[in-house]
């Protein structure tokens, strides 16, 4: 019998807030209140510290500073860019997966509704991997302007897209390519000089900073228009007062994320290779779905779980879960109170598969082993009443 525990399986979600992080914006919150925009002494302290942080944000992606526009999170990045590529840029196709966030895919489809934007679905495999010469096909079969839009690590079950070579796919064929990095900036080391990424969509609170925060990174002169307008923040890209507290929390989180990488992600990997052994043994008919049990192709912080147990039991699932302390989910935190179920594993999963209970348990430097065996525990005695 096991004691009774706490335990925070949803990192894709979001995750805990360093404590460094913590008290860097205390400070600022507490002495760096003047308004950024204000020419006195008080918002230039708080504009400086803005624009530091934007300095730091671009030298750990190795572009250029002014290529770092501060947003509300990702999914205001998401729809900046998107909403500008066909407003402004004279896209007329749009090139995406049905695995992509709801972010990418509601505006998508709210463009095509407005502006007749043509969308286009690239093949997935068995396991919901990007078909990079279907990709290629699609992109040969007209001359109009087309963006290319696919995650680069799917945010429920992990899969990694090749992100280079799909830039380099984008390039050869005249493409923009935008690309959600929300659950891999902090995590991976990504030098956007060398990728042939237009754009892309950060949020602070995946990589232990503040939520309410993110950045979008849009490639210079990509002639991409502001979607809220007012004053001249963010080099006029984004009007309203900056949050100075959330902005240096991001950088912050950002740089020890960085700092950090290397033994953390060693750490985080051998949780997920326990967990993954432990669940194989206890409960032998138990999947893994997507790419996240391969740990070449599918991030180090997430396993996507489908579980031997009928619809009935199912239902209670969570709910025991959450009893006994575990948190995890049934897939994006942003869509945990739908019951249509995930439109990422309902791209890909046979229909038998699809009627099994599947979870997301994604973890973090925070996590332990003993948290681990203890869920297994939990979710062993679970199936076996």
């Given at each position: 019998?096991?004691?009774?525990?706490?335990?925070?399986?949803?990192?894709?979600?979001?995750?805990?807030?360093?404590?460094?992080?913590?008290?860097?914006?205390?400070?600022?919150?507490?002495?760096?209140?003047?308004?950024?925009?204000?020419?006195?002494?008080?918002?230039?302290?708080?504009?400086?510290?803005?624009?530091?942080?934007?300095?730091?944000?671009?030298?750990?992606?190795?572009?250029?500073?002014?290529?770092?526009i501060f947003t509300s999170g990702g999914t205001e990045a998401d729809n900046l860019i998107l909403n500008s590529a066909v407003r402004d840029l004279g896209?007329?196709?749009?090139?995406?997966?049905?695995?992509?966030?709801?972010?990418?895919?509601?505006?998508?489809?709210?463009?095509?509704?407005?502006?007749?934007?043509?969308?286009?679905?690239?093949?997935?495999?068995?396991?919901?991997?990007?078909?990079?010469?279907?990709?290629?096909?699609?992109?040969?079969?007209?001359?109009?302007?087309?963006?290319?839009?696919?995650?680069?690590?799917?945010?429920?079950?992990?899969?990694?897209?090749?992100?280079?070579?799909?830039?380099?796919?984008?390039?050869?064929?005249?493409?923009?390519?935008?690309?959600?990095?929300?659950?891999?900036i902090g995590h991976y080391e990504l030098d956007l000089s060398q990728i042939k990424v237009d754009f892309t969509a950060v949020s602070a609170h995946k990589?232990?900073?503040?939520?309410?925060?993110?950045?979008?990174?849009?490639?210079?002169?990509?002639?991409?228009?502001?979607?809220?307008?007012?004053?001249?923040?963010?080099?006029?890209?984004?009007?309203?007062?900056?949050?100075?507290?959330?902005?240096?929390?991001?950088?912050?989180?950002?740089?020890?994320?960085?700092?950090?990488?290397?033994?953390?992600?060693?750490?985080?990997?051998?949780?997920?290779?326990?967990?993954?052994?432990?669940?194989?043994?206890?409960?032998?008919?138990?999947?893994?779905?997507?790419?996240?049990?391969?740990?070449?192709?599918?991030?180090?912080?997430?396993?996507?779980?489908?579980?031997?147990?009928?619809?009935?039991?199912?239902?209670?699932?969570?709910?025991?879960?959450?009893?006994?302390?575990?948190?995890?989910?049934?897939?994006?935190?942003?869509?945990?109170?739908?019951?249509?179920?995930?439109?990422?594993?309902?791209?890909?999963?046979?229909?038998?598969?699809?009627?099994?209970?599947?979870?997301?348990?994604?973890?973090?430097?925070?996590?332990?082993?003993?948290?681990?065996?203890?869920?297994?525990?939990?979710?062993?005695e679970f199936m076996e009443k």
């Open positions: 019998m096991y004691t009774m525990k706490k335990v925070y399986f949803d990192n894709a979600a979001t995750t805990q807030i360093r404590e460094e992080v913590v008290d860097k914006m205390a400070v600022v919150m507490k002495e760096v209140y003047g308004n950024p925009s204000s020419t006195h002494a008080f918002g230039r302290s708080a504009k400086t510290l803005i624009e530091q942080a934007r300095k730091s944000v671009a030298k750990i992606l190795n572009v250029a500073a002014s290529e770092i896209v007329k196709r749009i090139i995406t997966s049905k695995i992509e966030h709801h972010a990418v895919l509601y505006t998508l489809n709210k463009l095509h509704e407005v502006f007749g934007v043509e969308l286009l679905y690239v093949n997935l495999d068995d396991c919901g991997k990007v078909d990079l010469e279907h990709l290629q096909e699609l992109l040969k079969q007209s001359d109009q302007k087309t963006l290319v839009s696919l995650m680069h690590v799917n945010n429920e079950v992990g899969n990694l897209l090749d992100i280079k070579k799909t830039g380099e796919i984008c390039k050869a064929h005249d493409a923009l390519f935008h690309s959600d990095t929300v659950q891999s990589f232990h900073g503040p939520k309410g925060v993110g950045f979008a990174y849009i490639r210079k002169n990509s002639g991409l228009q502001p979607l809220i307008f007012g004053g001249e923040q963010e080099r006029g890209f984004r009007a309203g007062t900056e949050s100075v507290h959330n902005i240096v929390g991001l950088e912050e989180a950002l740089k020890l994320a960085y700092l950090h990488l290397d033994e953390e992600r060693e750490y985080i990997t051998s949780l997920k290779r326990h967990f993954k052994d432990l669940l194989s043994k206890e409960i032998p008919e138990v999947k893994f779905n997507g790419d996240c049990d391969d740990f070449e192709n599918s991030t180090y912080t997430l396993l996507n779980v489908c579980l031997p147990m009928s619809q009935e039991k199912a239902l209670m699932l969570l709910f025991q879960l959450d009893l006994h302390g575990i948190a995890c989910s049934k897939g994006s935190a942003c869509q945990s109170g739908s019951d249509q179920g995930s439109h990422v594993l309902n791209a890909f999963l046979s229909e038998e598969d699809l009627k099994k209970p599947s979870l997301r348990f994604s973890f973090s430097h925070y996590n332990t082993k003993e948290e681990v065996e203890y869920v297994v525990e939990v979710l062993k």
